[in-house]
Structure formats: C-alpha cells, structure tokens
C-alpha cells in the first residue's frame, strides 16, 4: 500500500512540474516574441492550411509566430511600409471576429512570403484597431493602402 501512495505521488508531482515548467516557458517565449511590441493572438490561412499563431506588430515589419512550439522565430513577416490591409466578407470561427487579408513584400529577416499571396488573419476587434493605428503611425514619407 506505501509502496503504490509513493508511486502515485511521485506520477503527481512529476505531472505538476511539468505543467508548470510549461506555463513559464510559455510565458517566457511570448516576452522574448513581443520585444516590447504590441502582440496578439490570431488564426492564420495561407497556403491552403489555417494555424494558431501570435501577431507581432513591429517597428519594421509584421510577424506571425507559432502558438506551440519551442522557437521565436517568425514563420511569416512582411514589411511595415508595404503592407495592405483588406477586410474580407467570410464567417469566422470565433463570433465577433473579422477575417483580415494582408499583402506586401516580405520582411528581410522573415521567411519568404509567396509574392501577390496574401496572408489571412482572423483577429479580434481590438487587434483590429491595434492593426489599424499601426498602420497609420508609419514613419514619414510613407502612405498606407486599405479598405477599412
């Protein structure tokens, strides 16, 4: 009977300090994403598939990382001064939502976005308007182009 306690008490830490080693991690890993900027969390479709993933609004581009995984590398950015926004007319998983299409060339330090693809986003009204304001605070000189 001591025996089989022990065991399962050992089975129940081991469980809870995973659990908690997780949370920290993730923690961890969406502060060293954001860098201080404005992160939230959408769905991406592109190419066919639709993913998790954290926005990261930037100085110099817009990211999309990987909700689950171990690195803080961005799977997909595009330059800030090129980026368009357009708002799509489709039903969103999650009520209160819009689909969002952004094209514009790759950001340098991002993987390759396939040129006069779009990138869509389903985001929340607040990273909407978050989108939006980060949009028209481009540096001067520059324009932004959307159907919002």
Same mark, same amino acid.
């Given at each position: 009977?001591?025996?089989?306690?022990?065991?399962?008490?050992?089975?129940?830490?081991?469980?809870?300090?995973?659990?908690?080693?997780?949370?920290?991690?993730?923690?961890?890993?969406?502060?060293?994403?954001?860098?201080?900027?404005?992160?939230?969390?959408?769905?991406?479709?592109?190419? =066919?598939?639709?993913?998790?993933?954290?926005?990261?609004?930037?100085?110099?581009?817009?990211?999309?990382?990987?909700?689950?995984?171990?690195?803080?590398?961005?799977?997909?950015?595009?330059?800030?001064?090129?980026?368009?926004?357009?708002?799509?007319?489709?039903?969103?998983?999650?009520?209160?939502?819009?689909?969002?299409?952004?094209?514009?060339?790759?950001?340098?330090?991002?993987?390759?976005?396939?040129?006069?693809? =779009?990138?869509?986003?389903?985001?929340?009204?607040?990273?909407?308007?978050?989108?939006?304001?980060?949009?028209?605070?481009?540096?001067?000189?520059?324009?932004?182009?959307?159907?919002?």
């Amino acid at each position: 009977m001591g025996s089989t306690l022990r065991t399962a008490e050992a089975v129940v830490l081991a469980v809870v300090l995973a659990a908690l080693l997780w949370l920290l991690f993730s923690w961890w890993r969406r502060i060293r994403i954001s860098g201080g900027q404005y992160t939230a969390l959408c769905r991406v479709r592109a190419a =066919g598939t639709t993913r998790p993933a954290i926005v990261r609004l930037g100085p110099r581009a817009v990211e999309f990382h990987s909700l689950w995984g171990a690195g803080t590398r961005p799977f997909a950015a595009l330059r800030r001064t090129t980026v368009e926004i357009q708002w799509l007319d489709e039903q969103t998983p999650v009520a209160g939502s819009r689909w969002v299409r952004l094209t514009g060339e790759a950001a340098p330090r991002g993987p390759r976005v396939p040129s006069g693809e =779009g990138i869509d986003v389903v985001l929340s009204p607040g990273a909407g308007r978050a989108l939006r304001a980060w949009q028209e605070t481009l540096p001067p000189g520059h324009s932004f182009s959307t159907d919002l």
